[in-house]
C-alpha cells in the first residue's frame, strides 16, 4: 500500500505540471490548437492509470510468478477502454476528431512512460 501512496502523490504532481504545461501553451503558442475536452481527457487517463496501476501492484504483492500475465491482461484492459473513447469521440465529434486524437496521443504516451518508469522501479525494490 506504501507504493500506491508514493505513486498516487507522484501522479498528482506529474498530473498537475501537464495541466500547468498545458494551460500556458494553449494560452499562448497553442491558442488555435486549444480542445476543451483536452482536460476532461487529462482527468480520464490520469484515474484510470491510477485504478489501473493500483490493480498492477495488488497482482505483483501477492504473486510474482504471474506478475507479467496479470500486467499484460490489465494493459489489454487499459487499450480497450482507451479504444472505446477514442472510437466514440471521433464518431460523435469528428471535426474536432484531429486535435482530440494528437491531444491523447501525447498524454498517452507520457502516461504510459510515466507509469512503466515507476513499474520498474518498483519491481526492482521488490
Known amino acids: 500500500m506504501q507504493a500506491f501512496k508514493?505513486?498516487?502523490?507522484?501522479?498528482?504532481?506529474?498530473?498537475?505540471?501537464?495541466?500547468?504545461?498545458?494551460?500556458?501553451?494553449?494560452?499562448?503558442?497553442?491558442?488555435q490548437?486549444?480542445?476543451?475536452?483536452?482536460?476532461?481527457?487529462l482527468g480520464?487517463?490520469?484515474?484510470?492509470?491510477?485504478?489501473?496501476?493500483?490493480?498492477?501492484?495488488q497482482t505483483g504483492e501477492k504473486t510474482t510468478a504471474k506478475f507479467a500475465t496479470k500486467f499484460m491482461a490489465i494493459s489489454g484492459i487499459k487499450m480497450m477502454i482507451y479504444l472505446v473513447l477514442i472510437t466514440g469521440y471521433v464518431f460523435i465529434y469528428p471535426l474536432t476528431a484531429k486535435f482530440f486524437l494528437i491531444s491523447f496521443l501525447?498524454?498517452?504516451f507520457l502516461y504510459t512512460s510515466f507509469e512503466v518508469i515507476l513499474i520498474v522501479k518498483y519491481l526492482k525494490l521488490k
Not at 506529474?14 to 498545458?22: D, M, V
Open 6 to 31: 508514493k505513486f498516487i502523490i507522484k501522479e498528482l504532481v506529474f498530473t498537475g505540471s501537464i495541466g500547468l504545461i498545458a494551460f500556458v501553451l494553449f494560452k499562448t503558442v497553442m491558442n
Open 106 to 108: 501525447i498524454l498517452y
Open 44 to 57: 480520464i487517463i490520469s484515474v484510470l492509470t491510477g485504478i489501473l496501476h493500483y490493480s498492477i501492484l
Open 33 to 41: 490548437f486549444y480542445a476543451p475536452v483536452f482536460w476532461l481527457l
